[in-house]
């Protein structure tokens, strides 16, 4: 019984990004790095060993000029559902250091845990899981402008994006001394979502339907990323293009073709 | 000067020679752990394995040497359980080999890590549901057993013999050795199977995934099945190194002749599963996943499918072929050249399953990304290499690894 009543109650955090709004303006990306104390380094030119929770992508339709169209693609973690819970990186990871949250379905990342083995890197095809190849190294006076809320990472292990699970925390905390167990929606919502000067990035409760992420991965142009792997995100996105909505996903020529 | 600990009834190269021999190769071991050092007080930004290469050189090198240190644990189980007596003319060697292999596998697996101090973080924060957790038990408990089959050889030493202790826990050793090597088997069988679950398993990355039985995808038992056969062939090689090195005969060629008409045999049963198994990938799995084979073999400078043809017809069908005929395995060239195709054949198949599967795009957006290993990677891969070489010298001088040593190169007084 408690188990059944654990599994109504449980929430599934989620995104939907509107890819026709997305203008590529990487405030999500800036806004996450600053609110989740992401370190840089002076030289960021080799785009393999920087770390950016929440990368976006250019893609194009692959078109000669005037027919061209360009699509702006943010890619915060998926926090896959799997099956079960068992989502590519979190079945595999040796030491438990990474967790999938029944509760709130959040893909969690224990940093003091993590020995790098980086196998869960190997496990995600959204390449969302990112190494720490050096320390973090603040300019100086930088260290006091650093998020209390979120520890710092060490070398040699690896961190993703946590859908700013510290606000959700927070909120719960401030939930609780008010006598609440229940979140309204606008009480957790992530730094890029707010960031975003276009409203592209809404977040929210995907098993809520007072949340509008429920009403929005209902539309007929949602997608996810990769959805025929199994893999089941929780990140949708929206788009009226074909060639856009196609890009998500591989398919066979002959399917193609159906499309 | 040192001849007192040389094995009765065989004659080793003078010391100089043999001090110039563990120096060279002491100078490439100081060279890899140089580099160890470096990686380890640095961190591995010294490689140039990056976010889209999690896994690289040191992943193959540790499936490879676990692969290739196979042939300790199916002669064993050859010798002990099956019972066939006339390996126990190069089980020692195979013990040998087996234990240079995965003591480095263990060094490797401790470079590796972003974290070594935590390494320990995967027996207490143990994942039941990972491939890597049986790794990490069955690889330390299996080093414990190779450690306990090497042991009796080393207590063979002339001048250790001499002690009354070390020679009857030496002898008595001998007689339950067929309790380790039932449990080396089982061992092996399970964390050479998990070394191929860790790819197999990766339902996310179409290259490597493979359906299966249970939680087990096939590659658990391709591997497995992969290290028997070639694990011996890279034994038969190692011995006939030695024996040019040496510039002796120390095994009867009955001897090698029989494990290499086992492992041809084995090699054919598991190049009949693989291809098997790449047919069923490429019809059927990578295409419900939205692949089609050429995928994985196109729009890049280096992946083609030379690699396939290289690794199941050149290196797998070939040896095979060779190794199952009493007239490939009679003749020298023949055998040989098998069981050197058969050794790179599993090294080049578990290269595929790590690196080929990491560079493989499976975001339909993203592109192939290839990666050349950095001087660290490599001087820490030669490391093993060096140290191997070191210990097998070390051995054949001190210890009667070759039991028909004697026999075959008798000593004029």
Known sequence: MEAVNRRNRAKKYGMVIDLDKCTGCGSCTVACMAENNIPFRKDESDKLLSIAWLHVYKLTNGKPFPHTDVCYLPRPCMHCEGHHGHSPCVSVCPATATDYDEETGIVSQIYTRCFGCRYCMAACPYHVRLFNWWDPVWPDGMEKMLNPDVSVRMRGVVEKCSFCYHRHQRAMEKAYLEGRRELEEHEYQTACTQACPAGAITFGDLNNPKHAVYRLKKSPRAFRLLERLGTRPKVYYLSSREWVRQAGDNHLQQEKQKI | ?413
């Open chain 2, 1 to 413: 000067m040192n001849s007192g600990l040389i094995p009765e009834g065989v004659k080793r190269c003078p010391t100089w020679k043999f001090a110039l021999g563990v120096a060279i190769a002491g100078a490439v071991l100081l060279w890899g752990v140089y580099a160890m050092l470096l990686c380890w007080f640095k961190g591995l930004n010294q490689t140039n394995m990056n976010n889209a290469y999690g896994f690289a050189l040191w992943i193959w090198a540790d499936l490879a040497v676990i692969a290739l240190g196979g042939g300790a644990f199916f002669t064993g189980f050859l010798r002990y359980i099956v019972g066939k007596d006339e390996l126990k003319h190069i089980i020692n060697y195979a013990v040998l080999i087996g234990f240079i292999c995965y003591s480095s596998a263990l060094l490797i697996l401790a470079i590796d890590v972003g974290q070594p101090l935590r390494s320990w973080f995967i027996f207490w924060h143990a994942n039941v549901h990972s491939m890597l957790t049986e790794v990490a038990f069955c690889l330390s408990c299996y080093f414990g057993v190779l450690t306990i089959e090497y042991l009796p050889l080393v207590l063979e030493n002339r001048k250790i013999d001499q002690v009354p202790f070390f020679h009857h826990l030496g002898h008595n050793m001998h007689h339950i050795m067929a309790v380790f090597a039932a449990t080396g088997a089982f061992l092996s069988f399970f964390h050479q199977g998990s070394l191929g679950g860790v790819s197999g398993v990766l339902f996310a990355r179409p290259f490597g995934f493979r359906e299966g039985v249970l939680i087990w995808p096939w590659t658990f038992f391709l591997f497995t099945w992969s290290a028997a056969a070639c694990g011996p062939c890279f034994t038969i090689s190692i011995t006939k190194l030695t024996e040019k090195v040496t510039g002796k005969k120390l095994v009867k060629d009955n001897v090698v002749e029989l494990l290499a008409k086992i492992s041809g045999w084995m090699l054919t049963g598991y190049i009949i599963a693989k291809i098997a198994d790449t047919i069923y990938w490429a019809a059927v799995t990578a295409p419900s996943k939205g692949f089609r084979m050429m995928d994985f073999y196109s729009h890049n400078s280096f992946y083609g499918l030379w690699i396939l043809i290289l690794e199941v017809g050149i290196c797998g069908v070939l040896p095979a072929a060779i190794l199952i005929t009493d007239r490939g395995r009679r003749n020298q060239k023949t055998l040989v050249t098998a069981v050197v195709l058969a050794s790179l054949g599993v090294c080049l198949n578990r290269w595929v399953m790590v690196l080929q599967m990491l560079a493989v795009p499976v975001l339909p957006f993203e592109n192939w990304v290839l990666y050349i290993p950095s001087w660290q990677e490599v001087a820490t891969t030669v490391l093993p290499v060096a140290y191997g070489v070191i210990l097998i010298m070390v051995s054949y001088r001190y210890l009667p690894v070759f039991p028909q040593e004697p026999e075959l190169n008798p000593v004029k007084s």
